[in-house]
């Protein structure tokens, strides 16, 4: 009987723990996030770890593009309000620009 409930406890206490660290994986997905206003990305450089996403969020009242400079993603027009998300699978870095405002240089850095 003593076994009986040690096993029973033992079980419950696994279980807890894959709750919990389902949980702490979770944590680990959230997004990175891009803010985008005053006609600039924040942070303009990212640097974030292979597999994770990053959220670009349009704070302006302008309308803002979120634009690889190889062409490898592109947001199209984000007006205010609007969000463009994308995951990094590999390292690398990766140069991106507003399509409306040339100046407006930014890199994600994943490793
Ligand atoms: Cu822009």
């Not at 076994?3 to 206490?13: D, E, H, P, Q, R």
């Not at 006609?39 to 634009?67: L, Q």
């Amino acid at each position: 009987m003593k076994n009986y409930i040690l096993c029973v406890l033992l079980a419950v206490s696994v279980m807890f723990a894959g709750v919990l660290s389902a949980a702490a994986a979770d944590a680990v997905a959230a997004p990175v996030v891009v803010t985008i206003e005053g006609s600039a990305f924040s942070p303009e450089v990212a640097v974030i770890k292979i597999g994770e996403e990053v959220v670009w969020k349009n704070r302006d009242a302008a309308a803002h593009t979120v634009t690889a400079n190889d062409g490898s993603f592109d947001s199209g027009a984000l007006s205010q309000g609007d969000e463009f998300r994308r995951k990094f699978p590999s390292a690398g870095i990766f140069k991106y620009s507003c399509d409306n405002h040339a100046w407006m240089g930014a890199r994600i850095e994943v490793r």
